[in-house]
């Protein structure tokens, strides 16, 4: 690859368009995205490929979170991905941690003072980081 860092393309990324998550137990992760974490339901292909609305995206594209069955692949740990990360509001944040205590559904807390946010992660049942970030002050200087 060839591209001078001054050099910028002619189009702009405007956001992320899908998160696609392969499953192993694909009941446990329903009940995670759709039951736990509380994700609408947009379209159910078949038994094996699932997709939750994540938002308003680009020109009309929804953002979505899609479960999918299929050939097992490294998750996890072991997995290139670090982590998925879902925005919500301060507010939001705090009862989601309080719903997380009530189905005692472990996670931790971490804070991005350069930035001005804070993370409350935990993992599903695959074994995937699941972020729910939020900005809760301007960044620090």
Known sequence: MNVNPPERPPFQIGGLG???IRCRDMPAMRAFYGGLLGLQLL???HAGLVFYDLGAGIAGHRQVLALFTGDAGTT???SVLHHIALGMT???QEQAMAWYETHQQPYHIEHFDWIGWRGVFTKDPEGNTVELVAKLKEPAP
């Open 18 to 20: 899908e998160i696609a």
């Open 43 to 45: 379209a159910e292909r």
């Open 76 to 78: 996890g740990a072991s």
């Open 90 to 92: 301060p507010q939001d």
